[in-house]
């Protein structure tokens, strides 16, 4: 079977939808077979993204990407800073 891809917004679309079907009765594992995912899917999701709503995930996938660059600029600034310390210190 293929595996699917799926984006945090849909997610927790998803996320949603199984809290309506298990607040209305159903089980988790009937909630699973109509999103098509399957139960440690479900409860790995459900550990990953909690009770987020749409907006705070957004938030979320922007606030790491930020983190990504601004590590990148620390590493970058961290090369820099040595390669410029072993040029002063002549040991080149």
């Given at each position: 079977m293929k595996r699917r891809i799926h984006s945090p917004?849909?997610?927790?679309?998803?996320?949603?939808?199984?809290?309506?079907?298990?607040?209305?009765?159903?089980?988790?594992?009937q909630a699973c077979r109509e999103l098509g995912i399957s139960e440690a899917t479900y409860y790995?999701?459900?550990?990953?993204?909690?009770?987020m709503?749409?907006?705070?995930?957004?938030?979320?996938?922007?606030?790491?990407?930020e983190n990504a660059r601004l590590k990148k600029l620390v590493a970058d600034l961290s090369l820099d800073n040595a390669i410029i310390?072993?040029?002063?210190?002549?040991?080149y």
């Open positions: 917004e849909q997610i927790v679309k998803k996320l949603a939808l199984a809290d309506k079907v298990v607040a209305s009765g159903g089980t988790v594992e790995k999701w459900r550990k990953q993204y909690g009770r709503k749409l907006d705070q995930v957004k938030q979320l996938k922007g606030l790491q990407k310390k072993e040029a002063l210190s002549g040991n």
